[in-house]
């Protein structure tokens, strides 16, 4: 076994070094998010590295960030690259906007949602008064009352 083989990791000791599933880390890697080589056996194996780049995808999933974006912003890496802290400042810049609006939609959704969910099916004596004669069906379908 040379060097760079020892410094890799099989599915199983990335899945517990993670803290992520197995079937998790498999879904990472059809997403494009991790990658592996195989053996000639067919095995996976990781390189080290993969742990940061999984604790990336980890950081940006408890943010809301989609696995999409995630993965756009990691294909700017080598493909084995190590996220650095100035890539991560830089992926993590570019999502705050993202989560800026999402910030925005939910508290906007917090403020309204016990008044009316804004398509007029729950109370019609509140719609009547915040949507008379449906007005807001006329900006097409959903809860547009609702939306920012």
Not at 2 to 26: F, K, N
Not at 39 to 56: D, I
Not at 68 to 90: E, K, Y
Request: glycine share 8%; with cysteine.
């Amino acid at each position: 076994m040379d060097e760079s083989t020892a410094e890799e990791l099989t599915v199983g000791q990335l899945a517990e070094r993670s803290g992520l599933a197995i079937s998790a880390l498999h879904f990472y890697e059809r997403k494009g998010l991790i990658h592996s080589r195989r053996t000639s056996g067919n095995q996976r194996r990781y390189p080290r590295s993969v742990l940061r780049r999984v604790a990336v995808v980890r950081a940006a999933q408890r943010a809301g960030i989609p696995l999409s974006t995630v993965a756009a912003a990691l294909a700017h890496l080598p493909r084995d690259g190590v996220p650095s802290r100035t890539d991560w400042q830089r992926m993590s810049q570019a999502w705050r906007d993202e989560i800026e609006d999402r910030i925005i939609r939910l508290e906007h959704l917090r403020d309204r949602l016990d008044g009316c969910i804004g398509c007029g099916c729950l109370s019609m004596t509140s719609c009547a008064m915040v949507n008379p004669h449906d007005r807001l069906g006329e900006q097409g379908p959903g809860a547009p009352a609702l939306d920012v």
